[in-house]
């Protein structure tokens, strides 16, 4: 637990002003740890997921039970509906769009008096928007909660708050619909602009060995909650016109027979067809257990995507969001049959294990180092990972620089928080996504382009290309890269249509004040005139007199 005195930190990731308006202070309620049940133990899922787990550790042991059970809860129960705060406090903290207002700004002291309490925060925004989020300061585990919308209307804002006890940090994180949250940005953009959530290895989400699985979700669940990127392995078939889904030298699933990649691609399509605004990056490479040249692969893949040609975008150069809209983009990691010219972004020169690399062509720079050897070498993961993230975050991409001036968009950068290593059990998929994706988590809330000058750089981060993404249903990671898009193009390409319409509403409103006011003014001057006109006119005739 912090000290008595600490202060409160605030990071707005926003494009808007947040005002804290309340403050609110409740007692604790007492904790309700989460009990084992037959239903958490026997969980097809649950098992599914911890594979691995299975492996080493025999589910008849009492000692090993926990490790076939989801993530415990809060420490503490949350407050009851008809809770009543013990003391309640007026504020007006206002916190800049993309900045932090540290503690000894903001004056919010997490307790009162050294109180077993929830602090509740009340905020709103300049649209009319009014939020508020409640944080244990005892709470011994990080809290990602969505929080309450006390105006129902603005339900597509500020999606998730997120409170880190070590740094006494709460984190505010807006963002619109994971499934159409490309909508709100310009079409003028440049798509290596955009930070976006990916998947390594994407459709390995079924029953699998252990180092083959890498995800916990369907496509079609991925896509809804904001994936923009495909990580796709493919064999052609011996005989046919098809590809199935691969992973390295092994299938996608155990059961079920072959997965074809034209299935998955329909679901993409379906998806597009459904949310216009959107687009797909998908990056395609050959594996499998047989052999195939690349130009064998990239003749029948050009003859499958053929007939639904105009759902792609396969353009060398890196589009313009409005030139994909609706639309895959292809990214290939192989080389071109002769007959099949200047097709996909090429990233055919994608080295190894890399901690940085561009390719041929300059259009990708991957950070993929993935052999992660031990336990011990998560931590080198997790740097190369924050690093590439801060190459993405420099560059600034505004109305006012693309496509003027010889203006020359950076590359997309291509960030794999994924590693394994088969021969070791602690660093199989799911176990390096334990410790890789929380640690990316709590850069993005606390670190990234937290020393950021005005007008430098979009706090971008890249393409984040992750495993085991929304397990458990968090799918915090995405809210929080796909917040960072809120300085892209310059902030006030992304105020929302609320506000905007309130500040065309506020304008002519004043416009009309300021027309009424010159009305009356003008009246009132020419009756004064008249008046004038009417004493004069009095005075000639008593002059007479």
Not at 1 to 9: C, K, N, S
Not at 518 to 535: G, I, M, N, P
Request: a neutral charge; charged letters at 20%.
């Amino acid at each position: 637990m912090p000290p008595t005195d600490t202060a409160l930190t605030i990071r707005n990731l926003s494009p808007h002003v947040l005002t804290i308006t309340s403050l609110d202070r409740f007692p604790l309620p007492p904790a309700q740890p989460l009990k084992p049940t037959l239903n958490n133990i026997t969980d097809f899922n649950n098992l599914a997921h911890n594979f691995s787990s299975l492996l080493n550790k025999s589910p008849l042991k009492h000692t090993h039970l926990p490790s076939l059970l989801p993530s415990p809860g809060p420490d503490h129960a949350k407050l009851s509906a008809d809770a009543q705060a013990f003391y309640a406090e007026v504020v007006d903290v206002k916190v800049g769009a993309f900045a932090t207002l540290a503690g000894d700004k903001s004056q919010i002291k997490l307790t009162k008096d050294g109180k077993d309490e929830i602090l509740r925060v009340t905020f709103s925004n300049t649209a009319g928007g009014k939020w508020s989020v409640d944080i244990n300061p005892q709470s011994k585990v990080i809290s990602r909660q969505i929080v309450t919308i006390t105006k129902p209307k603005y339900d597509e804002d500020y999606t998730s708050a997120v409170w880190h006890i070590g740094p006494a940090q709460l984190t505010l994180v807006w963002t619109p619909p994971l499934n159409k949250w490309m909508a709100p940005l310009p079409g003028t953009l440049p798509l290596c602009a955009l930070s976006v959530p990916g998947t390594h290895n994407s459709p390995t989400h079924h029953v699998a060995a252990p180092s083959v699985r890498c995800q916990a979700h369907p496509i079609p669940l991925q896509l809804a909650n904001g994936i923009r990127f495909f990580d796709i392995r493919a064999q052609p078939e011996q005989k046919g016109t098809n590809m199935w889904l691969v992973h390295g030298a092994f299938p996608v699933s155990l059961t079920g027979g072959k997965h074809l990649l034209t299935t998955l691609l329909n679901h993409v399509y379906e998806f597009l067809a459904a949310n216009p605004s959107e687009t797909v990056m998908v990056s395609l490479k050959r594996e499998g257990p047989f052999e195939v040249p690349d130009a064998t692969f990239s003749k029948i893949l050009y003859e499958i995507i053929a007939p639904n040609v105009g759902k792609w975008y396969t353009g060398v150069e890196i589009p313009m969001l409005q030139q994909c809209r609706g639309k895959c983009v292809l990214i290939r990691r192989f080389g071109l049959h002769p007959e099949v010219k200047e097709w996909g972004i090429d990233a055919s020169s994608w080295q190894y294990n890399t901690p940085n690399h561009i390719s041929s062509g300059g259009h990708i720079q991957v950070q993929d180092f993935c052999e992660v050897l031990a336990e011990k070498n998560v931590d080198q993961k997790v740097e190369y990972v924050t690093a590439h993230i801060d190459r993405a975050g420099v560059y600034t991409n505004t109305k006012d620089t693309v496509g003027i001036n010889n203006y020359s968009p950076p590359p997309i950068y291509l960030n794999f928080l994924s590693a394994s290593n088969f021969w070791n059990t602690k660093c199989w998929p799911d176990k390096v996504a334990e410790k890789v994706n929380p640690a990316v988590l709590d850069y993005l809330a606390l670190k990234h382009n937290t020393g950021r000058i005005s007008g430098e750089g979009d706090c971008g981060t890249g393409v984040l290309v992750a495993d085991y993404v929304g397990d458990k249903g968090d799918w915090d990671q995405i809210r929080l890269c796909v917040s960072m898009n809120g300085l892209v193009g310059d902030r006030r390409m992304l105020v929302d249509k609320e506000m905007m319409e309130k500040a065309v509403r506020e304008r002519r409103e004043k416009e009309k004040k300021a027309k009424e006011e010159e009305e009356r003014k003008k009246k009132q001057t020419e009756a004064a005139k008249a008046a004038a006109a009417r004493t004069e006119a009095a005075k000639a005739e008593a002059a007479k007199v």
